[in-house]
């Protein structure tokens, strides 16, 4: 039976898990959040935050001073634990991008001594397919005392679902209560189980299918995106050698009903779309060309970049070259696998002149090169590289961009 206050032990307290441990917290539940970084925990404790998202801050501090949220570096016994752990690539010898499942492994592990009769364990993490099953198969091997002659397909008294995060970063607090979900058991009473939960904060549908498949819809959602980015990065790259302007190009071919392309860039950067496509790509590498094809469109784009603004400074004696924005995208101060960091690490290290870095949205804790002041690269730099739409850069006075040599990955000043 589900208990409308439930205790949740959520596993790893970053972008999806810290959210998703407050607003269970603010809706009643008892939760203790659980991570390996005590620093982290520490600052959550104070009812502060260690990592950039808007309105996170409040929701964490509310449910911390509510009494409902606590966090830990070890799980306890619960009603329900959330998994919201990284799975990123590893360099195998076979695959140079090979899901790596481990931090999932590591947590299943460390909850499995607290599980109990009739617990639900739930998967947010963005798995490669089989991930759900794999944490069911780990829980039967170290607490065989749970499995249940009972149960047709789980052969376990522990409910199992994966439900994967779709929050942007950048809106996650609204996303987290609006958007739909998917939530895939290892049998029916696992998802119905982990949707009692969902309901208590989300607003959207939710929708229930088998673990594979939700597994899998998370992984096509995003490779759906990036598929779709690299058809507009290779446009741009059309356009540039017919000397057509790709976002007016765009626009216009978007004015058709059924034609909805996204915007080209310097590369696709975040923790998410420039690695999802790879788990299908790695589970069927003969039946993914065109994903595999995709992404190395995308990977591709920072070099062609990078050519652009040599093949331009070599026109120069000793050429300013201004890097405007640092970050993944828009807005943000993340600069976790970012194209814009890549692109001016690159520049940094070679000789093509002076290069002057801009991040409006980076303040401190940042020591790999300088940042300047945007008033001050615009004053010195002979070349403006955009490497990231911020709203900043879009405000710019257009007069002070009348000698400088432009190249704008971004179409901020299209
Ligand atoms: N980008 C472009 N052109 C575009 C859109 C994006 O170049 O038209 C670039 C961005 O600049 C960035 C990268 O793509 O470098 C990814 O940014 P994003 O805003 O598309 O996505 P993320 O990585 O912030 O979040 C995605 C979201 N997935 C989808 O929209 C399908 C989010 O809903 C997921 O929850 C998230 O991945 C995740 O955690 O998987």
């Not at 065989?144 to 052969?155: K, V």
Request: proline share 6%; hydrophobic share 40%; glycine share 6%.
């Amino acid at each position: 039976m589900f208990k409308n206050k439930q205790k949740v032990v959520v596993m790893g307290l970053g972008y999806i898990g810290l959210p998703t441990a407050s607003m269970l917290a603010t809706k009643g539940h008892q939760v203790l959040g659980v991570d390996v970084n005590e620093s982290a925990v520490n600052t959550i404790n104070s009812g502060r935050i260690h990592i950039v998202e808007p309105d996170l801050d409040i929701l964490v501090r509310s449910a911390v001073n509510s009494g409902n949220l606590n966090a830990s570096v070890t799980p306890e016994e619960a009603d329900t634990f959330i998994l919201a752990v990284p799975t990123p690539f590893e360099e195998t010898e076979s695959n140079p991008k090979s899901p790596d499942i481990s931090y999932v492994e590591a947590a299943t592990r460390a909850i499995a001594p607290f599980l109990q009769v009739g617990n639900l364990i739930i998967l947010e993490s963005t798995s490669p397919v089989g991930t759900t099953e794999r944490v069911a198969e780990i829980i039967a091997e170290l607490r065989p005392d749970l499995s249940s002659p009972h149960s047709q397909t789980s052969g376990s008294c522990i409910h199992i679902a994966h439900c994967p995060e779709r929050v942007l970063p950048g809106h996650i607090i609204r996303e987290l209560v609006d958007n739909d979900r998917i939530i895939g058991g290892i049998d029916k009473a696992s998802a119905q189980k982990a949707r009692d939960l969902y309901k208590t904060f989300c607003n959207g549908s939710i929708f229930l299918t088998d673990s594979k498949t939700a597994e899998l819809a998370k992984l096509v959602e995003n490779s759906f995106r990036d598929v779709n980015i690299a058809f507009a990065n290779e446009l741009s790259m059309v356009c540039d050698r017919l000397g057509i302007n790709v976002w007016e190009l765009i626009e216009l071919a978007n004015k058709h009903p059924r034609v909805n392309i996204l915007q080209p860039g310097p590369g696709v950067g975040g923790h998410c779309i420039a690695v999802d496509p790879w788990f299908i790509v790695a589970a069927e590498p003969e039946m993914t060309r065109l994903i595999r094809i995709a992404r190395e469109v995308n990977d591709y784009k920072p070099h062609w970049v990078l050519n652009r603004v040599k093949a331009k400074a070599n026109r120069f004696k000793n050429p300013v070259i201004g890097c405007l924005g640092l970050a993944f995208k828009a807005n943000i101060d993340d600069l976790r696998e970012s194209p814009a960091m890549a692109i001016t690490r690159e520049l940094i290290g070679s000789d093509v002149g002076k290069v002057m870095a801009c991040e409006p949205n980076v303040h401190n804790g940042f020591d790999e090169f300088p940042l300047h002041e945007l008033q001050e690269v615009l004053r010195e730099a002979d070349i403006l590289l955009v490497l990231v739409d911020h709203d900043e850069f879009k405000e710019i006075d257009r007069e002070l961009l009348k000698e400088k040599v432009l190249i704008d990955t971004r179409g901020v000043w299209r």
